[in-house]
């Protein structure tokens, strides 16, 4: 090979490696994550799947997320669900929870591998406090409607659905979720906790300030009660749907600040 044509492989072998380096360096890995898992939880009426924006947006990122199916037939039900999960962590964990996932998470969190909490739109009681129990001294929104059958599950009326649960999607998308709703053993909201995992572990909150599920004020009171670090956001009760970067860049946040406290 002469001169000339080893000078110039050289030199292309020389950019690959630059232009590698400057795409590794903007996409980071599970490996450069010192919190790389994360664990979502879901809501009320709904089910794992309407996390797929912020899956999709994480696992971009590098992070290994897995997602709880809660049965929402009992708080022990859905708390042995997320342990499960966690139980599979290959290590620690950021633990994340919607609505009344926000509860679950509160209670499962005490987990030795959880290492922070994020609520999204999240109720988060105290030890010895029940899930309705937060509701109290705040005023309910006429948006938001639960019908309760005769076995005691409830679900949102279907009239009330988009207004009360989801008004910044499209109707087509709030339809889908309508009929795909997963009722709730409404028995759930008095369960009394028996851990609360937000008094021994870091906390964020995402609040959506156009929730009709929950009073504002009762959403901001959760959040200082707790002392979580707050992002707001114009988002309906759904946001865990429409707001996925946000959600997001708050877990992320979350995990490289956890990261790097482990590592001083």
């Given amino acids: 090979m002469n001169s000339t044509k080893r000078a110039v ?26 919190i790389p898992n994360v664990v979502l939880v879901h809501g009320a009426f709904a089910d794992g799947s309407g996390w797929r924006g912020v899956y999709d947006n994480l696992t971009a990122r590098g992070y290994k997320v897995t997602i709880v199916q809660n049965p929402l037939t009992s708080l022990a039900d859905d708390v042995a669900a997320t ?5 599979l962590q290959p290590g620690p964990t950021i ?11 509160t209670e499962a969190g005490v987990h030795p591998k959880v290492a922070g909490l994020v609520y999204v739109s999240a109720l988060s009681p105290d030890v010895g406090e029940t899930t309705a129990q937060q509701y109290e001294g705040f005023s309910p929104t006429p948006e ?9 599950f409830g679900v949102i009326n279907s009239a009330k659905f988009k207004a ?18 997963v009722p709730i053993n409404m028995s759930v909201f008095g369960t009394r906790l028996e851990n609360a995992a937000w008094r021994t572990k870091p ?5 959506a ?18 002392g979580a670090k707050v992002t707001e956001v114009s988002a309906s009760h759904a946001l865990f749907i429409t707001q996925p970067s946000v959600v997001s860049d708050t877990i992320d946040a979350a995990a490289r600040s956890l990261g790097a406290a482990t590592a001083n």
């Avoid at 795409?23 to 890995?29: G, R």
């Avoid at 633990?95 to 998470?105: K, M």
């Avoid at 009360?164 to 709703?181: I, P, V």
Wanted: no cysteine.
């Fill in 144 to 152: 938001f409607v639960i019908d309760i059958r005769h076995d005691g």
């Fill in 203 to 207: 906390s964020w909150a995402i609040i």
């Fill in 164 to 181: 009360g649960f989801a008004h910044d999607t499209t109707d087509e998308d709030a339809a889908f979720m309508r009929d795909s709703q």
């Fill in 83 to 87: 342990r499960r999960v966690l139980d």
């Fill in 95 to 105: 633990l994340v929870g919607h609505s009344w996932g926000g509860t679950v998470i």
């Fill in 209 to 226: 300030t156009e929730d009709k599920a929950f009073d504002l004020e009762m959403l901001r009171h959760m959040a200082k009660k707790i």
């Fill in 9 to 34: 492989l050289t030199a292309i072998a020389a950019s690959a490696l630059s232009i590698s380096t400057a795409v590794q360096a903007q996409s980071p890995t599970a490996s450069h994550l010192t």
